[in-house]
């Protein structure tokens, strides 16, 4: 080939192409595992469509054509039309309100015939893009305030959307784009009061009310006596120490209870009440759960069913596991959502702890390979959108897994590359291709 026209692998770490396609036959596998029939002809069935796993070897040629696409598409594309694909995401968002289908408690998907589109998948494609354009702008000067509070409102608008559609936990997704902000010069105070925030929601469900309020009253105390002579020289300190147990006692007394209330339908509290192990309160309970406690005062809890059938399953497979189409849990319909949310459970039972742990290996080799890949950027904008995909994959992994285990609620989040889902799958694969491609033209981008 002539040099106004290389070839198509020239610059691109095979690596990750490679790690790709392993996740992706790791799914097919775990999805055949979990919904083969023993009386369908396995050819047959994995090429008429008709099955899980067969949509999912489709959907996965679907995703390498559009990959292939993606190597061939100047990488200069992308950040070019970063913008304009961020305004696609918001508007597919917006339509999502009047031609929704109310699937499974969620209305944020939209029915094509016999397929489900969730434009909250796609977004995080286009918030990926924008973000990165945004912090790579040369005028983005973002230890400013407003630049960080700029890049924020691109991160957080499509949660925002999201979570009005009644998909809290894919909303939740477009928070760790908070991670390739921090690499970026976020102040990590950001972070710390993120997580302190989590930690007072947690302590907050965990504590009697009026226990936490007398604790938090103590802790401001005691920081006032550690640092008297501060505040005896500016006053000042004082003052915020004060904001800020208003606010801790704000959080606590009232908005933890109004989000709960009047925010979080009736399955997420209790999924996340469950997590925790504890029966939700009574002021949280609504409708026919409500009357059953007030008159019994026993509330039915069917929360947790999905995970401990799911414990049972990873459980039950032991150190090497009782072998594909051999798992009882995963084989009969015992844990819901098997071939998507809770699809762990068919390789923790099929293979044991030994593949469950084989596979997070290559979760971690993957996410080790784009750390790498990121820091040997030379431009601004394939950087932080090399840390975008990161973030991503690092949250549906450490979350995925969690609930199965039962230290996470469950919130709908996929395995990537690995759950049953054509809209996922293709996500993951756009996300990781266009990553390929910018590194392939590392060389020669420098904005």
């Known amino acids: 080939m002539s040099q106004k026209n290389p070839a198509i692998s020239k610059g691109i770490d095979w690596s ?43 959907f996965f040629i679907a995703g390498l054509i559009l990959g292939l696409f993606i190597l061939l598409t100047d990488s200069k594309f992308f950040s070019a039309t970063a913008n304009i694909w961020y305004a696609i995401g918001i508007v597919m968002l917006l339509l999502v309100f009047p031609l929704h289908s109310n699937v499974k408690g969620t209305e944020s998907i939209i029915r094509f015939g016999g397929f489900n589109f969730q434009p909250a998948e796609f977004c995080k494609i286009c918030v990926c893009l924008a973000l990165a354009k945004y912090l790579s702008r040369p005028e983005t000067d973002f230890s400013k305030t407003r630049s960080q509070l700029i890049a924020a409102g691109i991160a957080l608008t499509p949660a925002v959307l999201t979570i009005m559609q009644s998909e809290t936990g894919l909303a939740l997704v477009f928070f760790a784009f908070f991670l390739v902000m921090y690499r970026e010069g976020l102040p990590s105070g950001v972070l710390v009061i993120g997580f302190a925030t989590a930690a ?47 606010l801790c006692v704000g959080i606590q007394r009232f908005a933890v209870p109004i989000i709960f209330k009047n925010v979080l339908a009736k399955h997420q509290v209790e999924r996340i009440y469950s997590t925790i192990g504890k029966d939700v309160p009574v002021e949280y309970l609504k409708g026919e759960a409500a009357i059953q406690a007030a008159t019994t005062g026993k509330q039915e809890n069917t929360a947790d069913y999905n995970v401990k059938q799911s414990k049972i399953a990873i459980g039950s497979g032991g150190l090497f596991g009782k072998g594909l189409l051999k798992g009882t849990q995963t084989r009969y319909g015992f844990v819901p959502e098997q071939r998507t949310d809770f699809i762990f459970d068919t390789i923790g039972e099929g293979f044991g702890f030994t ?93």
């Open 355 to 447: 593949g469950s742990f084989i596979l997070l290996g290559i979760y971690l080799l993957l996410l080790f390979r784009i750390i790498t890949v990121a820091e040997r950027q030379r431009s601004v904008f394939s950087r932080c959108y090399a840390y975008g995909v990161a973030a991503v994959f690092f949250f549906h992994i450490g979350i995925n897994v969690a609930m199965t285990i039962g230290l996470a609620p469950v919130i709908g989040i996929t395995l990537p590359l690995v759950s049953y889902g054509g809209t996922s799958l293709i996500t993951f694969t756009i996300l990781l291709f266009i990553l390929v491609r910018l590194d392939a033209d590392r060389q020669m981008v420098l904005r």
């Open 16 to 58: 990750l192409v490679w790690i790709y396609l392993l996740l992706v036959a790791i799914g097919i596998t775990a999805v055949f595992g979990a919904t083969y029939k023993e009386d369908d002809p396995i050819v047959q069935s994995f090429l008429n469509f008709s099955t899980d796993y067969s949509k999912q070897l489709y």
């Open 200 to 246: 007072l929601v947690v302590a907050t469900l965990l504590l009697d009310k009026n226990v936490l309020a007398l604790s938090l009253t103590v802790l401001a105390v005691l920081v006032i006596l550690i640092m008297r002579r501060q505040v005896k020289r500016d006053k000042t300190i004082l003052l915020k120490i004060a904001l800020i147990w208003v």
